[in-house]
């Protein structure tokens, strides 16, 4: 079950940063059996947090069987890179023009499974996760704000798989852009503030809908808060690993600099003010 054999290159929507998106990316009858087979979610932990992410590691899923496991196992290969390569390859190049004379041609990177291989082995490291979002119990929580990936991934994906019966609205992945002249910050785990930002496209929470990305500076994002619900958000994560960053994010201001800064306008306007006397 190759999630990336049908992706073409002419399928990358370029903005507000390149992504594909397809709805239906696997047959009906495979997809439910995908549904399936997830894990429970008592098999991620207990008593999670509303909304906690937890991932389970594909070196850690040796226990799957049957489609997921296929599944999992597929894309952790050279192949799954291939793949991706000749889908965002030139979108890749337009973004990061210096990036096959840093690491190498796309073509020829070496390419291995991340937490089972040595990243100094290795120039990518793909995983393939289970991740879920833990129930929420009370009001509306999301796990974070819109933020961006880890500067170090170079591509990033998932694959949704909601339970059967779940109809809790929410769990959507947001693309977001700036307004114009509006520069976003960042903050802890890459977080930035939604204003000065406009939800570009909105992907439905189904089953089977598949989302692949290039991760840049602009690749901001999120899954949408949910409401009370006993079930969790339910995916299949897929993130591409290089060795370095290979961006970096401007940085919210630190507290101690806001202060400063509001004492050096308000010193500002007082010196203006005399002036003008």
Known sequence: MDLYSRLRSSMVVHEPFPHVLVEGAIDPARCAELV??????????SALPDAKKVLRRSVHLTDLTGPLRDLIARH?????????ARVFGEAIRR????????????????????HAEDQGACDVLLDAQLAVLAPVERGTVGERGPHVKGPNKILEGL??????????????????????GHRPRFGARNQTSPRGLRIARSVAYRAGTLA???????????????????WPVRFVNLPVQLPEPLFELPQQPSPLWKRL?????????????????
């Not at 399936?36 to 932990?45: D, I, N, T, V, Y």
């Not at 800064?261 to 006397?277: D, I, K």
Request: charged content about 25%; overall charge positive; proline content about 7%.
């Open 159 to 180: 694959l949704f798989l909601p339970a059967e019966d779940d109809n809790t609205p929410g769990g959507e992945l947001e693309l977001y852009e700036a307004i114009a």
């Open 76 to 84: 952790v290969r050279p192949e799954a890179f291939a793949a991706l």
């Open 212 to 230: 692949v990305w290039l991760n840049t500076a602009r690749s901001i994002t999120r899954i949408a808060p949910r409401p009370a619900s006993h």
């Open 261 to 277: 800064r509001g004492w050096l306008a308000r010193g500002s306007g007082a010196g203006s003010r005399g002036n003008v006397r």
């Open 95 to 114: 973004e990061y023009p210096w990036f096959e004379d840093r690491f190498a041609r796309l073509e020829a990177l070496r390419v291995g499974q991340r």
């Open 36 to 45: 399936r087979s997830f894990p429970a979610l008592s098999q991620f932990g």
